[in-house]
């Protein structure tokens, strides 16, 4: 069956530096992937998607890689700011696109330092 | 904040009850998605609803049931309730499936607690 890893271990680092935070999988082939945020006792919000035929896409301070080949995603934040700590989701699409099902990872707690 | 809200904000069940969890999606949304989150771990696909019909499912037993009503609202039904069906239980809503358009939006979430 199909398996999601993320950082297992919360990520400290501090203001002003680049946070990348890593995702792999294994015996799955998704449409595309995408990356939430989660605040404590709060739903995923939505960040980036990246489709299978895409290498990289940014927003704003955010960039997400695809690598299909590695089964694996980075998710990077620049000029990180103590408001960016949060659990990072990344989360895998359906295989053949037909549904929204996302196959999440258990997340990466991420702690900016001031 | 996105426009998806859930009710009630929190539960407390004993085992072996019944218990329903509500969702109005985000205007424009046809299709209404139901994820269990348990303490620690990330969201599990619990089942997709998309024009009042189930069109999707995890790995969840036949007690999870559900239901999408013409205002693309939906309910989260769970029968016989088990200890470890405590969790958060998240509502997303989107457009319909296709590669295009499948970004979620969630509400804040029903917390479930089974005694």
């Known amino acids: 069956s199909q398996k999601i890893e993320q950082n297992s271990e919360a990520l400290n680092i501090q203001e002003g530096k680049t946070a990348t935070l890593t995702c792999n999988y294994t015996n799955y082939s998704p449409a595309y992937l995408q990356w939430y945020r989660q605040d404590p006792g709060r739903g995923p919000v939505f960040l980036l998607l990246?489709?299978?035929?895409?290498k990289e896409k940014r927003k704003e301070r955010l960039k997400v890689t695809f690598d299909t080949t590695l089964k694996q995603s980075l998710f990077h934040i620049t000029a990180s700011q103590p408001a960016d700590s949060a659990t990072y989701l990344c989360?895998?699409?359906?295989?053949?696109?037909?549904?929204?099902?996302?196959?999440f990872g258990t997340g990466t707690l991420l702690a900016v330092q001031p | 904040e996105t426009g998806v809200t859930q009710s009630p904000t929190h539960l407390i069940k004993t085992r072996g009850q019944q218990v329903t969890l509500r969702c109005s999606s985000q205007s424009g949304h046809n299709t209404v998605s139901w994820y269990q989150q348990a303490l620690g771990q990330g969201p599990q696909f619990i089942f997709q609803y998309y024009r009042e019909e189930e069109n999707g499912r995890g790995n969840f037993p036949p007690r999870f049931s559900g239901l999408q009503f013409p205002n693309y609202s939906s309910e989260l039904n769970v029968n016989a309730l088990e200890l470890d069906d405590s969790a958060l239980y998240l509502c997303?809503?989107?457009?319909?499936?296709?590669?295009?358009?499948?970004?979620?939006?969630f509400g804040p979430g029903t917390r479930l607690t089974v005694l």
């Open positions: 997303a809503s989107s457009l319909a499936g296709g590669v295009g358009n499948n970004e979620q939006f």
């Open positions: 990246i489709r299978e035929n895409e």
């Open positions: 989360a895998l699409g359906d295989e053949g696109g037909a549904t929204n099902k996302l196959i």
